[in-house]
């Protein structure tokens, strides 16, 4: 692979370490809002740049302080949600291989992807109160030493972790990270046996962010992430293209038609993405005729291909001009 994109006028630089990208946009639009919890029974947050180096700086220190190492990894099991990426930026940014986890899969499917992979620790991001497997992976998974809740006091007894981890430290860390180091891994959905760890280096994923955010435009524009975050599709596809882009991502915990059409709205998200079935299921839903969708500049789908009259009727409704 080439280290230099097509030319042309590209949106950022390919920098070698994924979280970079944060410093790149607070240089430039420190105040801009870029993560926003903006799904029903989410927390509402909104973090501009500087307060997301902030809070993965935070959980980075945690991590050293934990005594994670280079290559280490570890889990977070959560719907779609701010947290989720603070966390990944900040494992990624000190050469912690991050695995998302879906609250979705049984029992059988998160035992053999947590054993295959073998994190030191899982984090439990689902919402308190909620029956969470996180304590039976910690008794049955011989690499996983311990689970902490991100809702829990546990929290901050590990952020705790890193008031003794100073900058000269995070920062040796950081400048430890390769650019073809692995950054996360993915699962494949085992169709033909079973699922095999794909892992995802930070050049590679820093390198699709820039020519794809590139080509396709509408690079600063908010969309909205709302797919399981075990899938490429959500970490990389479109919080990290996203990101390096410079444009902010708008969390719904979980897809739901109504609730993505009224964030459509409320936020005026101007990039929608997603499967095919995501926009079948708006087009259908009661509310699609109403919702004022003319914030829609681009659509961008994948995973199968997008039936025609879906499209039609996406293009008719929103101020779309491209796909």
């Not at 984090?123 to 996180?134: I, K, L």
């Not at 929290?155 to 950081?174: P, Q």
């Not at 936020?267 to 699609?288: L, N, S, Y």
Request: a negative charge; one cysteine or more.
């Amino acid at each position: 692979m080439s280290d230099t994109p097509p030319e042309g006028d590209l949106v950022a630089p390919v920098l070698d370490r994924i979280d970079a990208y944060i410093d790149h946009w607070v240089a430039l639009a420190p105040d801009a809002e870029f993560l926003i919890d903006g799904g029903p029974t989410l927390t509402g947050r909104r973090l501009t740049w500087s307060d997301t180096r902030r809070e993965v700086d935070l959980v980075a220190r945690a991590l050293i302080g934990a005594g994670l190492e280079r290559g280490d990894r570890v889990a977070y099991l959560a719907d779609s949600r701010l947290d989720f990426f603070v966390h990944f930026l900040a494992a990624t940014s000190v050469g912690i291989i991050w695995q998302g986890l879906n609250p979705g899969y049984t029992w059988d499917e998160l035992l053999y992807v947590v054993a295959d992979a073998g994190p030191r620790i899982v984090f439990d991001g689902t919402v308190p109160g909620a029956e969470s497997p996180v304590q039976r992976l910690v008794a049955e998974v011989d690499d996983v030493e311990r689970a902490i809740a991100v809702d829990g006091p546990g929290w901050s007894a590990f952020i705790d972790l890193g008031k003794s981890v100073d900058a000269e430290v995070l920062a040796d860390r950081r400048e430890a990270v390769e650019p073809l180091d692995p950054a996360f891994i993915v699962y494949t959905s085992g169709s033909t046996g079973r699922p095999k760890g794909a892992l995802l280096t930070h050049r590679g994923v820093c390198y699709c962010g820039v020519t794809g955010s590139t080509a396709r435009g509408a690079a600063g524009g908010k969309i909205i992430c709302n797919l399981p975050i075990n899938h490429v599709g959500s970490v990389s596809d479109i919080c990290c293209r996203k990101m390096i882009g410079g444009g902010p991502i708008v969390f719904q915990e979980r897809f739901n038609a109504g609730a993505m059409l009224a964030l459509v709205e409320a936020e005026k998200v101007r990039v929608w993405g997603g499967v095919p079935t995501i926009f079948q299921m708006c087009v259908a839903h009661d509310d699609f005729g109403s919702a004022d969708l003319s914030s829609i500049e681009q659509i961008a789908w994948g995973g199968a291909a997008m039936p025609a009259p879906v499209l039609e009727r996406l293009l008719l409704a929103t101020g779309a001009d491209r796909c």
